[in-house]
């Protein structure tokens, strides 16, 4: 009996020990890519949340001729984050950092449409790629190493992944939808916090595709809410300058129904912070992020603040024409164009008055 208890004992503390060694392994950087690292990969949510891939014996030079191809899959509604934290891929002769083409290059291609075999997105060289976002609960990551010799110096890549329900964005209440599925809808109290950061998914990385992220906020009776967006960059207009429809780019609105407020016009593009200021009428407000399926880029790093006593009558952004901000037409209160015209009106009337007398 005393030596089945030892034994137990035993098997304990070895179950302990090579759970701490797996989990160091695992998360600590450098340590945790053995150099018989599989090459192809199928990695589940379920078996593995997160972890480190890297190229094939790293951190030594990889070798030539050598295509590694890892695929994710999350949970419904989740998404894959990967972030990479080393990248030295062999350059060739004719690699210029200035066009960048990596297709005929050692390259890592990330793919996020399974039905669609064209790579979203293409690193090479030995600039280290941003953090990204797969666009659903699938992404595949693509490593092609050409055949070409001399590339004992690159000693390839290592990246982390992380399978994500709240799309890379940690402040807010988040909301989940039927069976639980995580929605990118947050929403900010006044009760709880009354200054605040929120930001686009993924940053500051990539923001992902064909997502739309929503950022309720609820103050108190009185309040209003203003925000303002730091380093706010969706992506160049398109032509036709049309902020809005296909484009990515971010809307406010002051009701909790769908539909546009057109109190506010959308902003795109790239902006200043001062630029992107915009004031509630109200103790509600929202603020909508849409993207494309194609060319994303850093999204923001807002900013809010509930508040009471703002003035009815200041402009909400300093220059009505150049900032695309709430037109001064608003229907919801008196505007300095109606007050200067009542102004007018009474002085014309004195002087007429005046004149008669
Ligand atoms: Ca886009």
Redesign the pocket.
Known sequence: MVVVFARLSWLVLWTITVTFVSSFNQYSPFQQCPVSAECNKNITQASSPEGTICSPRYSHPYPADITCTYDFYANPGERVQIKFTHFNLYKSKIYSEVNGDCKLEDSVSIFIYEDYDEATAMFCGDTLPLQFMSANNWMRVRFVSNPSPGKGQASGFEFQYKFRKDFGITTGLQSFGDRNRPLCHFTYNSKMQKVGNFTSPNYPGVYP?VTNCQYVFRGERGERVTITMDNFD??LRSETNVCGGQ??HVTFTCYSHEGPDKGFQPICGVMQSLLTKRVSDGEYFRVLMT???????TGFLGRYEFGKGYNVFAPTTPSPETLSGRESSSPRGPSLDVISATLLGLLVCFYMNTAMS
């Open positions: 595709s969706v992506g484009n990515d993207s494309n399926d194609n060319y994303e880029h």
